[in-house]
Antibody, heavy 117, light 105 residues
Framework: QVQLKESGPGLVQPSQTLSLTCTVS????????VIWVHQPPGKGLEWMGG???????DYNSALKSRLSISRDTSKSQVFLKMNSLQTEDTAIYFC???????????WGQGVMVTVSS | IMLTQSPATLSVTPGESISLSCRAS??????LHWYQQKPNESPRVLIK???QSISGIPSRFSGSGSGTDFTLNINRVEPEDFSVYYC????????FGGGTKLELK
């Protein structure tokens, strides 16, 4: 069955870089896009960026200067790196599979990241 | 493209039938999808392309609309339906609405 699972540090210091990994199973990264979505505590969902089956990437313009998404298809892993973290980047970070470039049909459990010194 | 959901909060009793609204800032055809998020859980997709059902989702959930105005209907709310509902568009990049919280009256 399709599964996605995020992993990474729960605490990051301000101005540092966040590195997260999404490990997928049940589908090929060459066939589906994987998107990162974040959700600040008590707030709504925001699309951050993603990587598609052909390896191309798209980024939310508000985050583009700080964000990088890559993958290792042999390990079925997608990576997120975001630099210059601030306290407002404190959020739950989800990875999700994008179906037909349109909707998000499978989600990881999410990982809570706190930006604090 | 901005999505505006209303109301922000809806208080209902189980058994009521309800409608949630999502309005787009410009026409998005039927590239609109609905999600449910329960506390401390990941979102799950309920409806795709405005009105198409998703396998495994109860039939009491239905969607309608096109262009700029969309509706998620829940026929006879069940206790497990109390959560937050989001709409999401895919016509131009991807954005989510601010959510509607469905709470117990």
């Amino acid at each position: 069955q399709v599964q996605l699972k995020e992993s990474g540090p729960g605490l990051v210091q301000p101005s540092q870089t966040l590195s997260l990994t999404c490990t997928v199973s049940g589908f090929s990264l060459s066939s589906y896009g994987v998107i990162w979505v974040h959700q600040p505590p008590g707030k709504g969902l925001e699309w951050m960026g993603g990587i598609w089956g052909d390896g191309s990437t798209d980024y939310n313009s508000a985050l583009k200067s700080r964000l990088s998404i890559s993958r290792d298809t042999s390990k079925s892993q997608v990576f997120l790196k975001m630099n210059s973290l601030q306290t407002e980047d404190t959020a739950i970070y989800f990875c999700t599979r994008c179906n037909n470039y349109d909707y998000f049909d499978y989600w990881g459990q999410g990982v809570m990241v706190t930006v604090s010194s | 493209i901005m999505l505006t959901q209303s109301p922000a909060t809806l208080s209902v009793t189980p058994g009521e039938s309800i409608s949630l609204s999502c309005r787009a800032s410009q026409s998005i055809s039927t590239n609109l999808h609905w999600y449910q998020q329960k506390p401390n859980e990941s979102p799950r997709v309920l409806i795709k392309y405005a009105s198409q059902s998703i396998s495994g989702i109860p039939s009491r959930f239905s969607g309608s609309g096109s262009g700029t105005d969309f509706t998620l209907n829940i026929n006879r709310v069940e206790p497990e339906d109390f959560s937050v509902y989001y709409c999401q568009q895919s016509n131009s990049w991807w954005t989510f609405g601010g959510g509607t919280k469905l709470e117990l009256k």
